[in-house]
């Protein structure tokens, strides 16, 4: 990359720089995949967080002129992007989801599930929004999804499970953060097992379903993710979500529903179960990989779940 000097002299404003970060990010090869999809959006998040600006800035501040001290911050952000191959949430600590803004760090995966759409809809036309009284969100990382279930339904208690100690601090920090601590409660658990008895009207959850294959291939940016909210287990990544089907219905109401998201794993999860007609949500925006059982379909197949 071009040294400081070179840059600081040729560039002036946050809209210089951005331009100057996307040609970077595109000429060093990176990948985009956690929270942006392209290199100039990555580049305008790194720029603005270095400037301590929000992300709804008005139009006029990206030709604003920069000190000489805002253009080293700005530059040395964008240069770590391109040397540590980290995700922008990484370097920032920070992600959005929903709409809101999540604490992250390097124990939890980077918050970017299409289930987000899912639950600013309250999860119609899939369940009644004033029958729902208690969720479990299961592998919650961050505990993105449990906080934004939360907002969703306000007079609902929510259920926060990791097997990840480490991960659970970080969500923690985020339920401070939102002030939810009578209504959001974290368990750590490896996925039912410290739930007792207890039944959800929602089951959701975003697990590992990355097959081994399939992780010793990704890029580097998702290297700085832990391993364990990436491998699913077994070559195809499906064993947590095997178990996860085959433990669901005990801790499901009568009319309650499943939510898990698998991502480019359908095709074996379809494979694995081919006698199950899963329900593939539909969504405006995300790539989609999140499948819907009810309580009854489960019933249904629990003999084929259960094998």
Same mark, same amino acid.
């Given at each position: 990359?071009?040294?400081?000097?070179?840059?600081?002299?040729?560039?002036?404003?946050?809209?210089?720089?951005?331009?100057?970060?996307?040609?970077?990010?595109?000429?060093?090869?990176? $990948?985009?995949? $956690?929270?942006?999809?392209?290199?100039?959006?990555?580049?305008?998040? =790194?720029?603005?967080?270095? =400037?301590?600006?929000?992300?709804?800035?008005?139009?006029?501040?990206?030709?604003?002129?920069?000190?000489?001290?805002?253009?080293? #911050?700005?530059?040395?952000?964008?240069?770590?992007?391109?040397?540590?191959?980290?995700?922008? #949430?990484?370097?920032?600590?920070?992600?959005?989801?929903?709409? !809101?803004?999540?604490?992250?760090?390097?124990?939890?995966?980077?918050?970017?599930?299409?289930?987000?759409?899912?639950?600013?809809?309250?999860?119609?036309?899939?369940?009644?929004?004033?029958?729902?009284?208690?969720?479990?969100?299961?592998?919650?990382?961050?505990?993105?999804?449990?906080?934004?279930?939360? $907002?969703?339904?306000?007079?609902?208690?929510?259920?926060?499970?990791?097997?990840?100690?480490?991960?659970?601090?970080?969500?923690?920090?985020?339920?401070?953060?939102?002030?939810?601590?009578?209504?959001?409660?974290?368990?750590?658990?490896?996925?039912?097992?410290? !739930?007792?008895?207890?039944?959800?009207?929602?089951?959701?959850?975003?697990?590992?379903?990355?097959?081994?294959?399939? !992780?010793?291939? =990704?890029?580097?940016?998702?290297?700085?993710?832990?391993?364990?909210?990436?491998?699913?287990?077994?070559?195809?990544?499906?064993?947590?979500?095997?178990?996860?089907?085959?433990?669901?219905?005990?801790?499901?109401?009568?009319?309650?529903?499943?939510?898990?998201?698998?991502?480019?794993?359908?095709?074996? =999860?379809?494979?694995?179960?081919?006698?199950?007609?899963?329900?593939?949500?539909?969504?405006? $925006?995300?790539?989609?990989?999140?499948?819907?059982?009810?309580?009854?379909?489960?019933?249904?197949?629990?003999?084929?779940?259960?094998?």
């Amino acid at each position: 990359m071009e040294t400081y000097k070179e840059v600081s002299t040729a560039l002036r404003t946050p809209a210089d720089f951005i331009r100057w970060g996307a040609s970077a990010f595109t000429a060093a090869g990176l $990948h985009f995949g $956690h929270g942006t999809d392209n290199a100039a959006d990555e580049a305008a998040w =790194l720029v603005l967080h270095a =400037l301590h600006l929000p992300p709804d800035v008005p139009p006029y501040f990206f030709q604003s002129r920069l000190t000489g001290a805002e253009k080293q #911050a700005v530059y040395d952000l964008l240069c770590r992007r391109v040397e540590e191959r980290k995700p922008a #949430a990484y370097l920032t600590g920070q992600a959005w989801f929903g709409g !809101l803004s999540y604490l992250v760090n390097e124990h939890v995966l980077v918050p970017r599930s299409a289930i987000a759409e899912l639950i600013g809809q309250q999860y119609a036309p899939w369940i009644e929004p004033e029958a729902v009284s208690d969720i479990l969100d299961l592998c919650t990382g961050s505990g993105c999804i449990a906080i934004a279930c939360a $907002h969703a339904f306000p007079a609902a208690q929510v259920d926060a499970s990791d097997v990840s100690g480490k991960a659970l601090q970080v969500a923690r920090a985020n339920v401070a953060r939102y002030a939810l601590e009578e209504r959001v409660h974290l368990v750590e658990s490896d996925l039912f097992a410290a !739930l007792g008895n207890k039944r959800y009207d929602i089951i959701v959850s975003n697990p590992p379903y990355v097959g081994r294959e399939e !992780l010793a291939t =990704l890029p580097a940016e998702y290297r700085h993710e832990p391993v364990l909210g990436l491998d699913g287990g077994g070559a195809d990544g499906l064993g947590l979500v095997a178990r996860l089907l085959r433990e669901a219905r005990a801790h499901l109401t009568e009319h309650g529903i499943l939510v898990v998201e698998v991502g480019n794993s359908w095709p074996a =999860l379809e494979a694995r179960y081919p006698a199950v007609d899963f329900t593939w949500l539909e969504f405006e $925006h995300g790539d989609g990989g999140v499948f819907l059982l009810t309580a009854r379909q489960l019933d249904e197949y629990q003999a084929i779940l259960s094998q």
